[in-house]
């Protein structure tokens, strides 16, 4: 045998044995436990424009019927054609003002008064109803358990892109969801059918 030879068995059979420390040495698994976010979800945040700072209750807001969701942002221009397309049906009668209701999405990045600007009273894109500006880490509560939820408000909503628009029903339940970027007559319809 050569010493090559040698030293190439020797770099084996202490490879083989590294990381060995008894014989009785069980393989612990971790256990992976997925979970999902609430079925039944609310939270509580600031409405736009309000001078008293009173938080709005979503679990309360859609106790007595199903509510349209509209994540919005300022900038976007598919959430303008959506908030402006429903508040003419408000206008028109076709809907309640009280079966929708926008939320700001990227809290981190545009501030309250630039969605003011632009959803406000005397902006461009008025909503008739009320948007709710919540922080990034707005608390979501479970309403099976009663208990705060471990997700945050963006994950427990499926993670919005904007606009989104979501059908939450009076048990806090989110039922339907669209992600079209303009509005579509066909889509304002199936959305007027499913708020009846």
């Known amino acids: 045998m050569t010493i090559r030879t ?44 309000d001078e008293n700072n009173s938080n709005l209750d979503l679990n309360e807001y859609v106790s007595n019927n199903s509510v349209l969701l509209i994540w919005v942002a300022a900038n976007c221009k598919g959430c303008h054609d959506w908030t402006d397309v429903f508040a003419e049906e408000v206008n028109n009668g076709n809907i309640s003002n009280d079966s929708i209701l926008s939320i700001h999405r990227y809290a981190a990045f ?14 461009t894109n008025p909503a ?20 705060e939820s471990e997700y945050s408000i963006y994950d427990a909503f499926g993670n919005p892109s904007t606009p989104t628009l979501q059908i939450m029903d009076s048990t ?25």
């Open 6 to 49: 040698i030293f190439l068995i020797l770099i084996f059979l202490t490879s083989s044995l590294a990381g060995c420390i008894t014989e009785n040495q069980s393989m612990v698994e971790e256990e992976i436990i997925e979970t999902s976010p609430p079925e039944r979800m609310s939270f509580a945040s600031p409405i736009m424009g």
């Open 110 to 123: 545009e501030s309250p008064s630039s969605v003011e600007n632009v959803y406000g009273k005397n902006s």
């Open 128 to 147: 008739p109803w009320p948007l709710l500006l919540p922080s990034e880490d707005t608390q979501v509560f479970d309403l099976d358990t009663g208990l």
């Open 172 to 196: 806090g339940k989110l039922t339907w969801s669209s992600k079209t970027y303009w509005a579509t007559e066909e889509l304002v319809e199936e959305i007027k059918d499913l708020l009846e």
